[in-house]
């Protein structure tokens, strides 16, 4: 069992940067791919980012290639990302996920992976 709680949303102006943080606890943090994703009021969940288990590859939407950075510290059991340049429609819960199946460009997760309870991010204009 993994459990995941993400932390660093908040309320920020357009332009703005946050850091969202996804402390992790349990067996096999380092073995995991990892992701976030985010899901806007009236939308369906929609991928972020994704960091494979070592750090050396990762994946971003094109909505924010460039202006967000995915990151992990296997030492601290932590995974990051870093928002710059943040706009009104990143407005949503970001939740950090951890298992899944990662190829380095495509990040799917199963029934038996795991969530966090998300953290609200709204930026405005």
């Known amino acids: 069992q993994v459990q995941l709680v993400e932390s660093g949303g908040g309320l920020v102006q357009a332009g703005g940067s946050l850091r969202l943080s996804c402390a992790a606890s349990g067996r096999s943090f380092s073995s995991y791919a990892m992701g976030w994703f985010r899901q806007a009021p009236g939308k369906e969940r929609e991928f972020v980012a994704a960091?494979?288990?070592?750090?050396?590859?990762?994946s971003y939407a094109d909505s924010v290639k460039g202006r967000f950075t995915i990151s992990r510290d296997n030492a601290k059991n932590t995974l990051y990302l870093q928002m710059n340049s943040l706009k009104p429609e990143d407005t949503a819960i970001y939740y950090c996920t951890a298992g899944g199946y990662y190829t380095g460009s495509h990040y799917s997760l199963g029934v038996n992976d795991y969530w966090g309870q998300g953290t609200q991010v709204t930026v405005s204009s």
């Open positions: 960091i494979a288990w070592s750090g050396g590859s990762t």
